[in-house]
């Protein structure tokens, strides 16, 4: 676990200054995904108290 932390930041520290064409879709893409899987488990967690709503 300490040898894995360090390498992300530094990972993401070069994504972050990277300023060339090849990391930012792949950044845009990486956020699109992750904004995805909430959307999609947010929409899990809220459906059965939607249903338990329109149930009268």
Same mark, same amino acid.
């Given at each position: 676990?300490?040898?894995?932390?360090?390498?992300?930041?530094?990972?993401?520290?070069?994504?972050?200054?990277? #300023? #060339?064409?090849?990391? %930012?879709? +792949?950044? *845009?893409? +990486?956020? =699109? %995904?992750? /904004? /995805?899987?909430?959307? =999609?488990? =947010?929409?899990?967690?809220?459906?059965?108290? !939607? *249903?338990?709503?329109? !149930?009268?």
């Amino acid at each position: 676990m300490k040898p894995w932390r360090p390498r992300v930041t530094i990972h993401l520290g070069a994504d972050a200054t990277a #300023s #060339s064409a090849r990391s %930012s879709p +792949r950044q *845009l893409m +990486r956020a =699109l %995904s992750l /904004a /995805a899987q909430t959307a =999609l488990f =947010l929409a899990t967690l809220a459906t059965p108290f !939607i *249903l338990l709503e329109m !149930i009268p």
